[in-house]
């Protein structure tokens, strides 16, 4: 399990970060924070594809940039959500403790 | 070691739970996800201080969320930043992997 985050400034590279999560069966948490399985041939294309996305024009040297973190069974198992569960949250982390408000 | 994220489209609920945030020590990694050692009785405190934010009239139900995950060692150790590393980057994570564009 991994969780990608980023702050990309620009729309255009942000929808094609977006895209290339979203297509490689990550879900969204958050706006900007996603999660999911990714075996290491599906790592190793994403993480070239996101630090392609960092030599265009567009983005932003003194701003911009994509947090990838290797998830632990640890971190899946303690994981807790204020607030709305993303959907498919408990297909996508079976033992998951939600805070449901 | 903690990464606690936040999609929280008040203002002033945005800006409370920052602020919780820095106050316990937690380093800003990006706009709104944050990383750093937290004691047990501090993650308590935060937890419900976070919580209480849930229940004030400017959450979002419908959208607002927080994410709070304990990261293992592992997670530490893999960690990868593609562009502007944060602040005190190498201080917080000892051992991290940092791909510098």
Redesign the interface.
């Known amino acids: 399990m991994h969780?990608i985050?980023?702050?990309i400034g620009n729309d255009r590279l942000r929808l094609k970060a977006a895209n290339a999560l979203l297509r490689m069966g990550l879900h969204r948490?958050?706006?900007?924070?996603f999660m999911g399985e990714l075996g290491e041939a599906a790592l190793k294309h994403l993480?070239a594809e996101?630090?392609a996305?960092?030599?265009e024009k567009a983005?932003v040297?003194?701003?911009?940039?994509?947090?990838?973190?290797?998830?632990?069974q640890?971190?899946e198992d303690?994981?807790?959500?204020?607030?709305?569960?993303?959907e498919r949250w408990d297909e996508m982390t079976g033992q998951a403790h939600t805070?449901m408000?």
Chains 1, 2 share one sequence.
């Open positions: 969780l985050s980023y702050d948490l958050q706006y900007s924070v993480e996101l630090a996305l960092a030599l983005w040297g003194a701003s911009d940039s994509i947090l990838i973190l290797p998830l632990h640890y971190s303690l994981i807790q959500f204020i607030g709305k569960a993303p805070i408000i």
